[in-house]
């Protein structure tokens, strides 16, 4: 047990020491003067171009999806009362037959 315990620290101490961080320090910079080609002052703006040939006419879209169906419609009003008829004729020749009673 003390040999485990014993091992166990110096393990941990070398797992303290190896996560040290070390301090990095970055070298200067120094700006070089190198001789190179003279710019020139540019000059004044020259005048507005013309303007461009207009564009040609875009292609027509693709048809629509049809819609879906409609709801139904609400029952509509009731009808208004029609006109009465004429009176009856009266009289005359009509004949009414009445049947003979089944026999039983």
């Known amino acids: 047990m003390k040999l485990s315990t014993m091992f166990a620290a110096v393990l941990m101490a070398l797992a303290l020491i190896a996560c040290e961080r070390t301090t990095v320090s970055t070298p200067a910079v120094i700006a070089v003067p190198v ?45 208004s009362t029609g006109a009465t008829g004429e009176r009856g004729k009266t009289g005359g020749d009509t004949v009414v037959i009445v049947p003979a009673a089944p026999a039983r």
């Open 35 to 79: 001789p190179g080609p003279t710019v020139s002052v540019p000059g004044p703006a020259g005048p507005t171009g013309a303007t461009g040939a207009q564009g040609s006419t875009g292609s027509t879209g693709a048809t629509g999806y049809t819609g879906d169906t409609g709801a139904t419609g609400s029952t509509g009003s009731t009808g």
